[in-house]
């Protein structure tokens, strides 16, 4: 009895060391096979396709005019009389609201009415001025005419003389033209009669009763009463690169986006280039301005834009992602992967808008071309990132494992 155990107790350990040893077989087999078939390369690729190639020029700025305008004053006291109401259309010199002036208004207005006053008696004066001289000038041209070839050393000084004068007086009349509008404006700033300076749809700040304040009287500033919207369309000042300046044109199309209007995006068009550019720091800019086509009351002065000018568009053509072209040695290929084999076709290449190159010759619609090269760890597991000579994922991305044993 004891024999028949012990019989049967070494038979129970050789079976379990065969178990063992075919278990250790199969997880170093399955091992073996599993880290060839790592070790074969993973390729992703994108299908060369026909479509339509836009390229553009992406820039940012800000709006430079709107056909939002501010209507302000430096008038002082308190609104007596509205006489438009939010939303109104009004014309240009309309009365919009009457101010009580205080006194600080009142002596802002009377300084500026006398400088009104004197400003316009400069105008007279210079014009008379003017006038003056260019009679003296006429009389000196009438005593030396007929004497063009022969003329004197006095009779030249004379009339040298008298055509400084007469340029004088002249930039003097300019100079008082100048001065009198400045004073005007002045004037019209602390008037206590506030009227539209151009046609639109008002939109008001203030209301009967509401006082005003635009400083201390030894320093004036601005007080916003309303805004005017007007049928004009903004301009928006961006920054163009050095290296994109040359791609910029006058009447290329534009998409542009504004961050404070989130969504929302409108067209416009390129309508000036700076040819002379700035330099900051060793970089230089160049501004190109661009203009809505259509107003809107939500696009305000100084907001940021971000700017796409289309530069080119092209149909029809065969494209591939930008990340399977290779360029060496002065010659551009791309991997074309047919029936499990990876071949390097030489290329000619056309316009690129960075994610798609258009190709001129070399491959045809629908083939195969090479995007990236996914790796895998030596252990039997795949690390999931691309070690690639390209970059980047093509469109109708797909992977597929070339070599290794057991197939995949």
Do not use: C
């Not at 993973?42 to 709006?63: C, D, F, M």
């Not at 195969?368 to 597991?381: F, Q």
Request: charged share 15%; aromatic share 4%.
């Amino acid at each position: 009895m004891r024999l028949f155990q012990r019989i049967n107790q070494k038979s129970l350990a050789l079976k379990i060391g065969v178990m063992l040893l075919t278990a250790g077989l199969v997880w170093f087999g399955f091992s073996f096979w599993k880290n060839t078939k790592s070790s074969a390369p993973q390729y992703q690729t994108a299908k060369a396709e026909k479509g339509t190639l836009i390229s553009s020029v992406s820039a940012s700025g800000s709006v430079t005019t709107s056909n939002v305008q501010e209507v302000t004053t430096q008038a002082t006291g308190v609104v007596q009389k509205m006489d438009v109401e939010d939303g109104q259309k009004v014309a240009k010199g309309q009365i919009i609201a009457q101010i009580e002036l205080d006194l600080v208004g009142q002596q802002r207005n009377a300084a500026a009415y006398t400088s009104l006053i004197n400003a316009q008696k400069s105008v007279n004066s210079a014009n008379n001025n003017y006038r003056s001289t260019q009679a003296s000038l006429q009389v000196v041209y009438d005593e030396i005419k007929g004497h063009d070839t022969d003329e004197t050393l006095v009779m030249k000084e004379k009339r040298t003389k008298a055509e400084v004068a007469n340029d004088n007086a002249y930039d003097g009349v300019v100079s008082a033209r100048a001065q009198l509008a400045s004073s005007a404006l002045s004037y019209n700033l602390t008037s206590p009669v506030i009227r539209a300076p151009l046609s639109g749809i008002i939109n008001l700040s203030v209301a009967e009763g509401s006082q005003i304040s635009a400083g201390s009287s030894s320093d004036a500033s601005n007080q916003r009463l309303a805004t005017i919207t007007t049928e004009g369309t903004p301009l928006i000042s961006v920054n163009i690169s050095e290296i994109d300046a040359l791609q910029i044109k006058t009447n290329q199309k534009t998409n542009v986006t504004f961050d404070s209007l989130e969504g929302k995006t409108y067209t416009g068009k390129v309508v000036a280039m700076d040819k002379l550019g700035t330099s900051t720091s060793n970089v230089v800019t160049y501004t190109a301005l661009i203009k809505l086509d259509t107003g809107s009351s939500e696009v305000l002065p100084n907001m940021v834009a971000n700017v796409n000018i289309i530069t080119d568009i092209k149909t029809d053509v065969l494209s591939v992602p930008s990340s399977a072209v290779q360029t060496s040695d002065s010659q551009t290929s791309v991997q074309i992967l047919k029936n499990g084999e990876i071949t390097n076709v030489l290329v000619e290449t056309g316009s690129s808008n960075g994610s798609q190159t258009e190709i001129v010759s070399g491959i045809n619609e629908g083939d195969a071309v090479v995007t990236s090269t996914i790796t895998s760890d030596t252990t039997g597991g795949s690390q999931g990132s691309s070690s690639s000579p390209f970059s980047g994922v093509g469109r109708s991305g797909r992977i597929f494992q070339v070599g290794g044993s057991g197939g995949f």
